[in-house]
């Protein structure tokens, strides 16, 4: 069987104006890098509860493989507002099921057969998540790939759990809102695009990729800079347009594309989904 790629983290309901959708970045990309074609899992936990339950049949329904430990928090949901551009405002109710993760001996199973990992900074804004994001990556096979898809959610972040986080990644995704605000935190007085150079330098990342909303994409490495714009599609929403951008990236870099063959794959992906509701929608595209 093929070596799992994990996302972990929340996993959630999205209430949109449409109703509610699943979702939950971690759990967003596994979901897309099954739809690609490798093993995707989802790690997170549920309550138990109405809403549990019904995470685990849409998962099945899926065929999404995951490790969801049930404990006694409600099941997380997300409040979500598009604009006119359909571009997603959160509100993110806090004390739910993903803000307390326990790590338990079959996450550790996985953890040290994992590929790669996706983890990002708002399911760590609780200790028992952040410790369990933590352990896991500190379990992985050293030949494995960890990404760090930052993810800023209103307040919930910090200095130290960004740099916590870059010490033990091996690529960031980061928006270009995003930069500015780790820039300030930080104290990168430079360009995006340099700023995405000290943080390889700093971090030791392999590459970085920035992405720009409407005006496209950039993955930078330590010495190259690649660029493609949005492909132009009728966007219903960009409702996990992201994860599946990162999920489409990872499974091309694992299997040896080059970065910009990597990145073309990636930026089609995520145009596809910009062009369907939610962030797991059904593939009708190679």
Known sequence: MDRPIVGIGEILFDLLPSGAQL??????????????????????????DKLGEEVKTILASKKLEAVLPEVDYPTGVVHVDLDGRGVPQYTIVED?????????????????????????????????????????????????LKVYDINLRQHFYS???????????????????????????LGLDASPEQACRSLISMYGLRLVILTKGADGSEVITPDAKYSVECPKVKIADTVGAGDSFTAAFVQAYLRGDSIENCHNIANRISAFVCSRSGAMPDYDVA
């Open 23 to 48: 979702g939950g970045a971690p759990a967003n990309f596994a979901y897309h890098v099954c739809c690609l074609g490798g093993r995707g899992v989802a790690v997170s936990a549920i309550g138990k």
């Open 96 to 144: 739910v099921a993903w803000d307390n993760v326990p790590y338990t001996q079959e996450m550790k199973e996985l953890a040290r057969n994992a590929a790669a990992v996706c983890f990002g900074t708002l399911a760590q804004r609780n200790p028992v998540s952040r410790a369990t994001v933590m352990n896991f990556i500190a379990d992985m096979p050293a030949d494995s």
């Open 159 to 185: 200095r130290v759990i960004i740099e916590d986080s870059l010490r033990v990644a091996d690529i960031l995704k980061i928006n270009d809102e995003e930069i500015a605000v780790v820039s300030d935190l």
